[in-house]
């Protein structure tokens, strides 16, 4: 039970934002959202995550709705290397709600 | 970030022979590593949990005896096939996490095994 939902696959243009949505109502108060991304046949990269507040490192930006039932990370200028499957994660920091467990995750295709 | 790497990075064997592979976490010492395993066209699972110096914890459904996990030092742990057959098949992905850094986990770069 992964705990989140996204879109099967979304694509945008090169230099353009990418918009990526993940829906997870039944989080709790004590859960992070992570963004973890991964290129064809590597392991996967960790993006960012947060708990309520929004965040932004070097790679993105995520926003977290207010209610942190969803959240969207933003790539501000897409190239054609962030071609990859993104995976929106909900993980606790104790027991077995510690671990990591991958959905489907969206397919994001960057297209020259 | 933190650097996690796994050897061989590819593996073909023969069915019915072990093959074991290596996770290394190059930086920093991983009090938790993870194993997961991947087949083509779909997501991770985890197949076990282990902690430095204690038994491995396996999801449901993970045979413990065919995939040997040891932890006995705190930069690397071994995953071992034992008995491989054609439906072991499998790219296999560690990732480790720091007692430290607990909010962050960093994967390997995969192992892809081939069993003939």
């Known amino acids: 039970d992964a705990k989140t939902t996204q879109p099967t696959s979304m694509d945008c243009a090169e230099g353009r934002a990418a918009n990526l949505p993940c829906n997870h109502s039944?989080?709790?108060?004590?859960?992070?959202v992570y963004w973890y991304r991964q290129i064809h046949s590597q392991g996967p990269q960790y993006i960012i995550h947060?708990?309520?507040n929004n965040e932004t490192n070097e790679m993105a930006s995520l926003i977290i709705t207010e209610d942190r039932k969803s959240s969207t990370l933003i790539l501000p200028h897409a190239t054609l290397r962030d071609t990859a499957v993104y995976y929106c994660?909900?993980?606790?920091?104790?027991?077995?709600?510690?671990?990591?467990?991958f959905g489907k995750g969206i397919t994001l295709s960057v297209r020259p | 970030g933190a650097v996690v790497s796994q050897h061989p990075s590819r593996v073909i064997c023969k069915s019915g022979t072990s093959v074991k592979i290596e996770c290394r976490s190059l930086?920093?010492?991983?009090?938790?590593m993870f194993w997961y395993r991947q087949f083509p066209k779909q997501s991770l699972m985890l197949m076990a949990t282990?902690?430095?110096?204690?038994?491995?914890?396996?999801e449901q459904g993970v045979e413990k005896d065919k995939f040997l996990i040891n932890h006995a030092s705190l930069t690397l742990s071994t995953l071992t096939v034992t008995s491989a057959h054609p439906e072991d098949s499998s790219f296999y992905i560690c990732?480790?996490?720091?007692?430290?850094?607990?909010?962050?986990?960093?994967f390997g770069p995969g192992t892809r095994l081939t069993v003939l």
């Open positions: 039944t989080i709790s108060g004590n859960e992070y």
């Open positions: 930086d920093f010492q991983a009090t938790t």
């Open positions: 947060g708990l309520k």
């Open positions: 990732s480790a996490r720091e007692l430290a850094l607990y909010n962050e986990q960093f």
């Open positions: 994660i909900v993980r606790g920091n104790t027991g077995a709600n510690s671990k990591l467990t």
């Open positions: 282990s902690n430095e110096g204690s038994k491995a914890t396996y």
